[in-house]
């Protein structure tokens, strides 16, 4: 329960059994309040809805008021968010959704209470229904084939904004993962996106990212800074310095890389999150300096740290950074001694809570981050371990990861199969595989991909990821190299290869493929085929241009 609670009137319960069977015993509805430690709206609403008395009092006595962190509960937010935060989400005892909206002021949550509580009196439990999410079937399946890239092409071209750059023509939101599909693709709309989120979004004082641009031409940024954006956009910004040499692209890199590693640092891992204080944010520098910083959310989650893990480890691999290298490393080892028992993740442990173990977000998010370590570092942690816990215990009948184990719990009781955390597996497994030459992992890869892939016509920029994961299922690159990680030609192929070729040093036993390699040599492999080898760094560059 987050620390907003205080301010409010409201008689809170946590989310859990026991909340729902309270409603079920008394015959009330439930509230969910889902909020974020970092979205102003929230400490709105607690500060002047839920503080008002009568309001209060109308909650308490008439419903049975539930509130839920998002960020500790993904899979409830999955299934319960209304478009923002605050959700405010009434439901039936059973879980079912009788109605909902986001911010809502005293006059305006007044009215709401009334007609829930007149559905409610008049039809119970009928009146209630489950999120289109919940009710999906099975995603189409399809198979894996040029078309998929070329349909995510044509909707980049479709969807850019060329005056301002960046995709859509209303909010802007960084889209980091689609900027790296852009980059090999589409160079100009990468470059020109980069550059937007550079000047926009880039808290140039205190570093880091803001979230997302109220309007088309970037502006009216909104001021939030969420761990797991942050390391996606200094991946970003990372593969455009590999891609163009542009010193400007590595130095925001750089900004966000210090951002985490001072803001966001613990002293164990990164924290989740910073508040996005729009009255601080836009003093001057001289300003900020006699000001309180917006508060940072220090839980450690699970899924978080395995992006920024992710995210600093590509930037070393271009730049050689020792802080980043370091911290990676340090983040790393707690998460895994902490978080991680024989291959399940649990989301997060604090003093007040613990959260769920097993979930998709969690097991995909940190492979990649461990993956990422294997091919920078030479240090693999326990990746083998963590993706034989997800195939064994999330993967679907027909291909596609479910996002967690079964609750009975709401609507927690019906698993879900999230598209951009099944293509964030099949991502992770893939460079597995490369990494270990065990063809499981990109079997299963390219299960999970395949059981999307009926959709793919209809799939728009914001999963451009999807796409480059097809791509690469079509035609897997992986660069063998014969010498432990850090070596001369080792660093030469991390800065060589393309951003969707794997790096396999010889880091242990385990890695099969590498074995293959002669010691001293480096090896271009092409869906299984030999292209060439190489034993120094100018031998592989020329190996790579040909």
């Not at 060329?162 to 995709?167: A, I, Q, R, V």
């Not at 802007?172 to 937007?196: G, H, N, S, W, Y």
């Not at 997800?390 to 596609?400: I, V």
């Not at 099949?426 to 490369?434: E, F, G, K, P």
Request: hydrophobic share 40%; charged share 30%.
């Amino acid at each position: 329960m987050t620390d907003g609670a205080d301010a409010t009137k409201v008689e809170w319960n946590d989310w859990g059994r026991q909340a729902f069977e309270t409603a079920e015993r008394t015959g009330k509805p439930v509230l969910l309040a889902l909020v974020t430690s970092w979205a102003e709206e929230c400490a709105e609403m607690d500060e002047t809805t839920y503080a008002e008395p009568r309001i209060a009092a109308n909650i308490n006595d008439g419903f049975v008021p539930v509130r839920v962190d998002a960020d500790r509960h993904p899979r409830v937010r999955e299934r319960y968010n209304m478009g923002g935060f605050p959700s405010t989400v009434f439901l039936t005892p059973s879980g079912d959704i009788l109605t909902g909206a986001t911010l809502l002021g005293v006059d305006g949550f007044r009215g709401i209470l009334d007609s829930v509580r007149e559905t409610w009196d008049s039809k119970g439990e009928a009146a209630g229904s489950k999120p289109r999410a919940v009710r999906d079937e099975t995603p189409p399946a399809g198979e894996i084939d040029d078309r998929i890239e070329e349909h995510m092409i044509e909707q980049l071209l479709g969807a850019y904004d060329d005056e301002f750059g960046g995709w859509g023509t209303d909010a802007k939101f960084p889209m980091p993962r689609t900027i790296e599909f852009a980059l090999v693709r589409a160079r100009d709309q990468a470059t020109r996106t980069l550059e937007a989120v550079q000047t926009h979004l880039l808290d140039t004082y205190d570093g880091g990212f803001y979230r997302v641009a109220r309007n088309r031409n970037w502006g009216a940024a909104r001021r939030e800074k969420l761990l797991d954006e942050n390391a996606a956009i200094i991946r970003a910004f990372a593969h455009g310095y590999r891609y163009t040499g542009d010193e400007t692209y590595r130095e925001a890199a750089e900004s966000g890389v210090e951002y985490l590693t001072t803001t966001l640092w613990t002293g164990d891992a990164f924290a989740a999150s910073q508040g996005g204080d729009e009255e601080y944010f836009t003093l001057d520098p001289t300003a900020r300096e006699d000001a309180d910083s917006p508060p940072v959310d220090e839980t450690i989650l699970a899924d978080r740290n395995g992006l920024a893990i992710d995210g600093l480890l590509q930037y070393v691999a271009y730049t050689d950074d020792d802080r980043a290298r370091e911290y990676a490393r340090r983040a790393r080892e707690h998460v895994v001694e902490t978080l991680v028992d024989d291959g399940e993740v649990t989301h997060f442990i604090a003093d007040d809570e613990t959260g769920e173990s097993g979930l998709l977000l969690d097991q995909a998010r940190l492979l990649t981050g461990l993956t990422t370590s294997w091919e920078v570092l030479g240090e693999p942690g326990p990746a083998v371990e963590v993706a034989d816990w997800t195939l064994d215990t999330l993967k679907a009948d027909s291909g596609e990861f479910h996002d967690g184990p079964v609750s009975d719990v709401a609507l927690l009781d019906t698993p879900l199969s999230p598209l951009d955390t099944n293509v964030n597996t099949a991502q992770a497994l893939l460079d597995l595989a490369l990494l270990t030459g065990d063809t499981r992992y990109e079997a299963a890869a390219r299960e999970a991909i395949e059981a999307f892939a009926g959709a793919a016509d209809r799939m728009g920029v914001e999963v451009a990821e999807f796409a480059s994961a097809a791509a690469r299922l079509q035609s897997p690159q992986v660069i063998e190299v014969g010498t432990e990680a850090g070596s001369d030609l080792h660093r030469a192929a991390l800065r060589l290869a393309d951003h969707e070729t794997v790096v396999a040093p010889r880091a242990s036993e385990r890695a099969g493929a590498a074995a293959e390699t002669p010691d001293g040599t480096a090896r271009l492999v092409v869906d299984g085929d030999e292209q060439g080898t190489a034993d120094s760094p100018e031998a592989l560059e020329s190996l790579l241009v040909e």
